[in-house]
């Protein structure tokens, strides 16, 4: 069974049309299980109904024809159910309804699985059968496995056609909205540009052609060019490499031959696809026929043949094989990629970027904290798409919602210039009000400090309306380096941040690194990096870094009073009592080189930060060892609800707005009042508009989020009152789903004449 439902699989996947793929299935799969039909109903949300996709044992008139209500008949009880049916006489069950169209008459064993993408009804896959009997469990297990591969392809296929389409001959006001999630607030309009696109059968997306004579010139003019590379290729190794190496360039002439590969490639040109489609297809099958092989010898071929594919496609193509294609960014670009990196932004030119759409990633990926760190609206999580469908179309980017509209028309792109235009008035508005203090209406006067670190040329740690650095992140200068730097670099660093504002606090977090944050020449491989070795667990365990690092960072502060410490990852108080044992070492060690110096060095504050679960039930014992705490949300949302934040698949259940996250940050905000330590909230909430009304109403008088978001908080601060939020916050503390805390802060907003902070528009 696991043999035939392998292949099946793999036989549909490759099939570039929706329909002749589901037409194969049925076909295939009466083939394999002996039944005597089989049919594939998909949903259309819009009209409420399943259709009749595609079938082999039904009428094939009814294909396209027969729709079926979401609550109608055996198909829409699978659909509402979410489970399978196994019938043995379909026509006897209450929820049967007659479709003459179909004509099923003579069918009465029925067997349907619901096919479901993420928790959606994609459609139904149903088995029947003329005579009356139970499906076995074997089949029905056979069934509802294959169900659930088919999803992920069908939801692939559905947004491939759709924006191949893109290509073809469509209406003019034709456009594909795909949904995201939420990465960095605001609006783009620009040109998707997929940095270093790499020229392979695997990145090229199916494309359609009427003009098979063209394509066939350009596709035989490619295998010529090919055969002759080959040809110079074999005569250099001629003395170089035995025979049996060799003997691989007998398999490319063999394959490129007019009666091997060409016959195939030239047929389906004939059928409409243009020559790099053509070739595609073809040659992934002469891919999977090799390994499926049974001799390893023969198997490993495989690679040859997608080798040799690549060369073709890059003739056709006019370029080199296995580069990639390096363009300079329009404009206005739109940064599209697998998943955005520091490197990636640190190279791309800042005044071109203008959006970025992840593919993977979630609202606190690392992607999307470094967009809201650069003002970038940033769509993360878009799946479903092979992302070079993407590359060099028109898009419009909504940060807000997560939506990204790709080839809009003339009308969404009028109204989105408006919205756009609204938001930059609002954004006049905020910026006029920089200079002024963060108080609330009622005189509630609140801390604003800011994040830095995540990128050395992306982003300033200055900003003379903020009341300090409230998270330095020093890991950025480690992981640029090829090595660890040493304490004069380190020192040399930090003593030019601290001495920028000497008079305002400046907290520097230890090394940070783990989880998704790697050393290139200190790599760490590990089943659940985010709950392994990272953060203060690594740098105890080397004495030897962490020492270096307080070294320097107390050597840059001499003569200084603003170096605050802060340890992260912090689980346990022996934690917390070793680093300050290590840091009194080092500070001993640096007071007597700077008093040999004529230099004063003062004891700089130590704290924690809190963003482990197990810390909140600890807060009196670490509160007499520490000077400060400062809660890292994005990591206590992450373990309190065990959720990665970089995964997708799972990125819906990551909310700081959950009813535990907001329990927790208030039962910390109250303890660490009676317990009278000051308390700052350093992760993404504190820069995003609901999270600042929650936070202050909570107690919180700190708050440190990145530049770009200071003078937006600002401006919500003065906007409210601390017994408005307060009123708000004692209702959402009742409620059970996030999704209605959401509704009830961003309902506050609004009538608090804050929308425009959270959608678009003013």
């Not at 967009?371 to 769509?379: H, I, L, N, S, T």
């Not at 960072?553 to 603003?562: D, K, T, Y």
């Not at 909230?681 to 936070?695: I, K, Q, T, W, Y």
């Not at 017994?723 to 509704?743: G, H, I, M, W, Y």
């Amino acid at each position: 069974m696991l043999t035939t439902l392998k292949r099946i699989v793999q036989e549909v996947n490759q099939i570039p049309v929706l329909d002749d793929a589901l037409n194969c299935l049925a076909n295939r799969l009466i083939e394999a299980l002996g039944v005597d039909s089989c049919s594939i109903y998909l949903a259309d949300y819009d009209q409420q109904h399943f259709t009749l996709t595609a079938t082999n044992g039904l009428a094939t008139e009814a294909v396209g024809r027969v729709s079926i209500g979401f609550s109608e008949g055996l198909i829409g009880l699978i659909g509402q159910r979410e489970e399978p049916i196994n019938i043995s006489d379909a026509q006897s069950h209450p929820r049967f309804k007659h479709y003459p169209e179909v004509q099923e008459d003579l069918y009465h064993a029925f067997l349907g699985a619901p096919i479901i993408h993420q928790r959606k009804v994609l459609g139904v896959l149903t088995l029947q059968q003329r005579e009356k009997r139970r499906f076995s469990e074997d089949e029905e297990a056979f069934l509802v496995t294959l169900a659930m591969q088919l999803a992920v392809e069908i939801a692939n296929a559905k947004a491939r056609g759709s924006i191949n389409s893109l290509t073809e001959n469509v209406p003019k006001d034709w456009q594909k909205s795909l949904r995201g999630v939420p990465g960095s607030s605001g609006l783009a309009s620009g040109t998707g540009y997929l940095l270093n696109l790499l020229v392979s059968l695997h990145n090229h997306t199916h494309k359609r052609s009427d003009d098979s004579e063209t394509q066939i010139a350009n596709y035989r003019q490619a295998v010529k060019q090919t055969q002759d590379d080959m040809a110079v290729l074999s005569e250099r190794m001629q003395n170089e490499v035995p025979d049996d190496v060799r003997a691989i360039f007998e398999l490319y002439h063999h394959l490129l031959d007019a009666n091997s590969l060409g016959r195939e490639v030239e047929k389906k040109i004939k059928e409409g696809w243009d020559a790099p489609t053509s070739l595609k297809m073809v040659v992934e099958g002469y891919v999977r026929q090799f390994q499926s092989m049974n001799d390893p010898y023969m198997r490993e071929r495989a690679v040859d043949v997608e080798d040799m594919g690549n060369r073709v496609l890059a003739n056709i193509l006019g370029i080199t094989s296995g580069v990639t294609i390096k363009r300079e960014p329009p404009q206005h670009s739109i940064l599209i990629a697998e998943e955005v990196t520091a490197a990636m932004l640190a190279e791309f030119p800042s005044e071109k970027l203008v959006g970025i759409v992840s593919m993977r990633g979630s609202n606190n990926s690392h992607a999307a904290i470094m967009a809201r760190a650069m003002g970038v609206p940033a769509v993360m999580g878009v799946t479903n798409i092979p992302i070079n469908l993407l590359n060099e179309k028109e898009i419009l980017l909504d940060g807000y919602t997560g939506d990204v509209i790709v080839s809009p028309n003339l009308t969404i792109r009028r109204e989105f210039e408006q919205l756009v235009l609204e938001e930059q008035l609002l954004s006049e508005r905020i910026h006029a009000v920089d200079s002024l203090p963060a108080v609330t209406t009622d005189n509630c006067q609140i801390s604003l400090f800011v994040n830095a670190g995540l990128s050395l040329e992306s982003e300033s740690n200055n900003n003379p309306d903020s009341d300090g650095v409230g998270l330095f992140r020093t890991e950025i200068p480690f992981m640029m380096r090829e090595r660890f730097p040493t304490e004069q670099e380190q020192a040399d660093l930090y003593r030019e941040l601290l001495i920028a504002e000497p008079n305002k606090p400046f907290t520097m977090r230890t090394l940070d690194v783990g989880g998704d944050k790697p050393l290139p020449y200190f790599p760490i491989t590990e089943e659940n990096p985010f709950l392994g070795w990272r953060g203060i667990r690594l740098t105890l365990d080397h004495p030897e870094i962490f020492l270096v690092q307080i070294r320097a960072m107390l050597r840059a502060s001499i003569g200084l009073e603003n170096l605050r410490i802060m340890l992260p990852m912090i689980t346990s108080v022996s934690e917390v009592s070793e680093a300050k044992r290590l840091i009194k070492q080092a500070f001993y060690e640096v007071e007597e080189e700077a008093q040999q110096q004529g230099e004063h060095l003062y004891r700089p504050q130590i704290g924690v930060m809190l963003e482990v679960p197990a810390v909140i039930y600890q807060l009196p014992q670490l509160a007499k060892i520490v000077d400060f705490f400062s809660v890292g949300s994005n990591d206590l949302t992450q373990y309190l609800l065990a959720v990665d934040r970089n995964n997708s698949r799972v990125a819906d259940l990551y909310d700081s707005y959950h009813p535990a996250v907001l329990s927790a940050l208030h039962t910390i905000a109250k303890t660490a009042g009676v317990l009278q330590k000051p308390i700052t909230v350093c992760g993404e909430l504190a820069g995003e508009p609901g999270g600042v009304v929650l936070l202050l109403a909570m107690g919180y008088r700190k708050l440190s989020m990145n530049n770009h978001n200071l003078s937006k908080v600002k401006w919500i601060v003065r906007n409210i009152s601390q017994s408005d939020a307060e009123q708000l916050l004692a209702k959402v503390l009742t409620l059970n789903n996030p999704q209605d805390v959401r509704d009830e802060v961003n309902l506050y907003l609004e009538l608090s004449g804050l929308g425009g902070l959270v959608r678009a528009g003013n």
